[in-house]
């Protein structure tokens, strides 16, 4: 049986979380004709995305009342927990059979746990994790990883469409979540084996120029690599993909891979490199950790004001 798909002219779309990702998909969802009001915390994302003409909610209860889909890109299991599950939350006030897009990265148990109350309220739910940092975001070149009902996820197809390359339906609810653990544990270690070839050509006294020319060009660094080592040549760690939510996603890969049994001993050494760079450099692209592990360390050897980026952007720490 077909599906009815969402309407991008007759949908109410509320989104919440207006920071690195979640700002660039409010704007590309609004070129696109969405229909789309948003809210975030704090209250300086949301004065910036007045100005592209997004108009926003005074309130997620608000929100929640007078949408029909609802998106959310947040920062972890606390500001998810937060939005969705405290008094006056999504919950709270989300009508019966509003559609749900949860884009976080968080925990699968949390996932889980929304699923189920979403169920328990009447509203269609799905995990729907992004894979891909900003460029690919403004591009619309991101592969999404869904997990729950697959008519939910056919319906929400024009959505996807207008924000992503590729979608797939892993399975039921929080595969998507799941899977892109999986997709972000190769991140965090193809960025600290980066890193560590890095350091063993420079401690080779190859040019610095030529080592990362030629690496950027060989077959094995992934694509997702070649950005990361033109920033370390560039010197430019201006975040594309914070380190500290790198740190964070390492953590959900550990936690989860000690509750399912899996030995990731690579993984543990990444996340120990993450961990002891979070203080000095979480605002800063995850390919920071290069200076670090080189040995010259990560604050030192940044050339870019880090502080004009954190003034312009406070309060963002809620978004992915």
């Known amino acids: 049986m077909s599906v009815a798909r969402l309407n991008q002219l007759k949908a109410r779309v509320g989104f919440i979380g207006l920071g690195l990702m979640g700002s660039r998909l409010v704007r590309r969802l609004d070129s696109f004709g969405w229909r789309i009001r948003a809210w975030n915390r704090s209250r300086r994302p949301a004065d910036e995305i007045n100005k592209w003409g997004i108009a926003s909610a ?185 380190l500290r939510l790198m740190s964070k996603d390492m953590n959900l890969v550990m936690d989860a891979a000690g509750k399912s049994g899996a030995d990731l001993p690579a993984a543990s050494v990444a996340r120990s490199i993450l961990a002891s760079n979070v203080s000095a450099s979480g605002n800063l692209d995850l390919a920071a950790i290069t200076p670090y592990v080189v040995g010259r360390g990560a604050r030192d050897e940044v050339a870019v004001d880090t502080s004009a980026w954190e003034s312009r952007n406070t309060g963002l720490h809620l978004d992915e």
């Open 58 to 242: 005074p309130s997620i209860a608000d929100l929640g009342a007078n949408s029909d889909v609802i998106i959310s890109s947040l920062a972890n299991d606390a500001a998810v927990h937060s939005v969705y599950l405290d008094n006056g939350g999504v919950f709270s006030s989300a009508e019966p059979g509003t559609v749900i897009l949860e884009m976080s990265t968080i925990s699968p148990e949390l996932s889980r746990d929304l699923h189920r109350e979403a169920r328990a309220k009447g509203v269609s739910f799905l995990d729907v994790a992004i894979s891909g940092s900003t460029p690919a975001v403004d591009a619309g070149t991101v592969t999404l990883l869904g997990g729950g009902d697959p008519n939910t996820f056919d319906r929400c197809v024009p959505i996807f469409e207008s924000i992503a390359r590729r979608w797939f339906l892993i399975g039921p609810g929080s595969s998507g979540v799941q899977m892109k653990l999986v997709v972000n544990l190769l991140l965090g270690l193809d960025m600290q084996a980066v890193a560590e070839a890095v350091s063993l050509g420079e401690h080779l006294h190859i040019d610095r120029n030529v080592l990362l020319d030629v690496l950027s060009k060989t077959a094995v660094i992934a694509p997702a690599m070649a950005g990361k080592i033109r920033k370390i040549k560039d010197n430019d760690y201006s975040p594309e993909f914070p």
